[in-house]
Structure formats: C-alpha cells, structure tokens
C-alpha cells in the first residue's frame, strides 16, 4: 500500500508539469489620423502553462514612426 500512494504522488506530479496545447492569440491595431485597422494572428505553443504565457507574452509590443501607431496585444487561451 504505501509503495502504491508513493507511485501515486509521482505520477501527480509528472501530470502536473506535462507539456500541453496552448494558443497565442495576438492582436495588432494600427492606428492613424485616418483611421485604424486590426490584424489577428493565432500560434500553437506546445509547453507548460507558464512557459507557453511567458512566449505568448513576448509578442506584446508598441512602435510609432511618423504618426503612425501600432500595438499588439497577446493574449494565451
């Protein structure tokens, strides 16, 4: 029996940190006197839940050049 719950407690955990499915959905919006337009662009990141927020969230970015604005926001689902 105790060697059972011992096995148990490590397959818990080697289920815990399993590598999962993760979508990156990223908005980009660029805007301009004229007006705005808005890109989505989904990925599949295939890691743990942190790993996969930590690489979604490296595609969040600002830049202006000449009075143009574009911001992309990602977002992991």
Request: charged share 20%; proline share 0%; with cysteine.
């Given at each position: 029996?105790?060697?059972?719950?011992?096995?148990?407690?490590?397959a818990?955990?080697?289920?815990?940190?399993?590598?999962k499915?993760?979508?990156?959905?990223?908005t980009?919006?660029?805007?301009?006197?004229?007006?705005?337009?808005?890109?989505?662009?989904?990925?599949?990141?295939?890691?743990?839940?942190?790993?996969?927020?930590?690489?979604?969230?490296?595609?969040?970015?600002?830049?202006?050049?000449?009075?143009?604005?574009?911001?992309?926001?990602?977002?992991?689902?």
């Open positions: 029996m105790k060697k059972a719950m011992i096995f148990g407690t490590f818990l955990l080697a289920l815990a940190s399993c590598k499915d993760y979508t990156c959905t990223c980009t919006t660029a805007e301009s006197a004229s007006g705005s337009a808005t890109t989505t662009a989904s990925t599949t990141i295939n890691d743990t839940k942190k790993n996969a927020e930590e690489a979604c969230d490296e595609g969040d970015a600002t830049s202006s050049i000449g009075g143009y604005t574009s911001t992309t926001e990602c977002t992991l689902q």
